[in-house]
T-cell receptor, first 113, second 114 residues
Framework: EPEVTQTPSHQVTQMGQEVILRCVPI?????FYWYRQILGQKVEFLVS????????KSEIFDDQFSVERPDGSNFTLKIRSTKLEDSAMYFC???????????FGNGTRLTVT | AQSVTQLGSHVSVSEGALVLLRCNYS??????LFWYVQYPNQGLQLLLK??????LVKGINGFEAEFKKSETSFHLTKPSAHMSDAAEYFC????????????FGTGTKLQVIP
């Protein structure tokens, strides 16, 4: 069964550094998402992306965050200047259309030191 | 805005016993409701989805959930727990239509005791 794949599985970075989290959505999916889960807390919506533009974003998704689909397969989340509170598990998801279930990747655990 | 409340952050059941994980939702429009499961060090896997068709929804691994509008509930059940069911379970809601922004509950960790 097709899967959403995320790399790396674990990323450690120093405060103030830029990080890029990478995702390869399922190939025929058109809608893409990033969610995050701070340790011990609920899974939170960050952003949704369709037709090469952001369709919705949460208040968490401030100017430090950006998303991009640089080619036909990858979907990336960039954090420009990481803060300690950005430490979390970041999940990428995709769906074939806007009313179909989300398929999640296994996540990237980001640790900011 | 929609939200879900999961009652009980931890639930323990004996192997073979009934599993009941509670979820209540709040939505100003007819909702879509989901249960996701997260095994250790893995992503979120969809167990089942309610999309305004049948109120009793059957999912994978023997789980099912019943949508009760009068109680604004969408509880997850399984008749007989298996050791492999130990995981964290998340109830989630989205508005019908739109770009599938899903709002998750805080999760319930299920422990299965042999």
């Amino acid at each position: 069964e097709p899967e959403v794949t995320q790399t790396p599985s674990h990323q450690v970075t120093q405060m103030g550094q830029e990080v890029i989290l990478r995702c390869v959505p399922i190939s025929n999916h058109l809608y893409f998402y990033w969610y995050r889960q701070i340790l011990g807390q609920k899974v939170e919506f960050l952003v949704s992306f369709y037709n090469n533009e952001i369709s919705e974003k949460s208040e968490i998704f401030d100017d430090q965050f950006s998303v991009e689909r640089p080619d036909g397969s990858n979907f990336t989340l960039k954090i420009r200047s990481t803060k300690l509170e950005d430490s979390a598990m970041y999940f990428c998801a995709s769906s074939v259309r806007d009313n179909s279930p989300l398929h999640f990747g296994n996540g990237t655990r980001l640790t900011v030191t | 805005a929609q939200s879900v409340t999961q009652l009980g952050s931890h639930v323990s059941v004996s192997e073979g016993a009934l599993v009941l994980l509670r979820c209540n939702y709040s939505s100003s429009v007819p909702p879509y409701l989901f249960w996701y499961v997260q095994y250790p060090n893995q992503g979120l896997q969809l167990l089942l989805k309610y999309t305004s068709a049948a109120t009793l929804v059957k999912g994978i691994n023997g789980f099912e959930a019943e949508f009760k509008k009068s109680e604004t509930s969408f509880h997850l059940t399984k008749p007989s727990a298996h050791m492999s069911d130990a995981a964290e379970y998340f109830c989630a809601v989205s508005d019908q239509g739109g770009y599938q922004k899903v709002t998750f509950g805080t999760g319930t960790k299920l422990q299965v005791i042999p």
